[in-house]
């Protein structure tokens, strides 16, 4: 059973780069798959970020494309996230999740809450 | 691409049927059957319970079920029980992209 695991900074100043790691256990993550990230503002719905394929290839949402970059390190097992500019929007749980080939997302992490405060 | 379209809440007694709708295009949801619906509990992470329109994930309820008319999918949940209260999400799938619906709450009164 694959298992995921975000860690990040928690609390965040506007203007930072926030940074999130998402370790993947159970499962090489350059076996198949997508690898994503989805956030969640509170009492809001979820918002799909970026997936990468086991391959390398990435895929970021239209509205953050310019702020995002989604990657993978093959040797730790895990991919990560970079938000560059975060402002108080960017507020957030946010989840690492493996995402099939049909876009179905089947495994999620715990979710990490990130507040971003000044 | 916009979000799927979905209504911000249903409601029904139990042991009744409710169905969620959630409408996209002929872009995403008319173009493919790449349909997901997740569960989520407050405070829970979401929890997939149909993929590729109507198929269910071994272990969920067969008391959820999916279909899909043109460029509407829907999520049916029969026998409606108190554990059923939740928020329920669409998702497709278009361009390697993942599209989420607004989300859709369901209260059991």
């Known amino acids: 059973q694959v298992k995921l695991q975000e860690s990040g900074p928690g609390l965040m100043k506007p203007s930072e780069t926030l940074s999130l790691t998402c370790d993947v256990s159970?499962?090489?993550?350059?076996?198949?798959?997508?690898w994503g990230w989805i956030r969640q503002p509170p009492g809001k719905g979820l918002e799909w970020i970026a997936n990468i394929y086991h391959s390398g290839s990435t895929y970021y949402s239209p509205s953050l494309q310019s702020r995002v970059t989604i990657s993978l390190d093959t040797s730790k097992n895990q991919f990560s996230l970079s938000l560059t500019s975060v402002t108080a929007a960017d507020t957030a749980v946010y989840y690492c999740?493996?995402?099939?080939?049909?876009?179905?997302?089947?495994?999620w992490g715990q979710g990490t809450l990130v507040t971003v405060s000044s | 691409q916009s979000a799927l379209t979905q209504p911000a809440s249903v409601s029904g007694s139990p042991g009744q049927s409710i169905t969620i709708s959630c409408s996209g295009t002929r872009s995403d949801i008319g173009g493919y059957n790449y349909v997901s619906w997740y569960q989520q509990h407050p405070g829970k992470v979401p929890k997939l319970i149909i993929y590729d329109v109507s198929d269910r994930p071994s272990g969920v309820s067969n008391r959820f079920s999916g279909s899909k008319s043109g460029n509407t999918a829907s999520l049916t949940i029969s026998g409606l029980q108190a554990e059923d209260e939740a928020d329920y999400y669409c998702?497709?799938?278009?361009?390697?992209?993942?599209?989420f619906g607004g989300g859709t709450k369901v209260t059991v009164l």
């Open positions: 159970a499962y090489s993550i350059t076996s198949g798959y997508f």
């Open positions: 998702s497709s799938f278009i361009n390697r992209n993942v599209l």
């Open positions: 999740a493996r995402v099939g080939v049909r876009g179905v997302v089947d495994s």
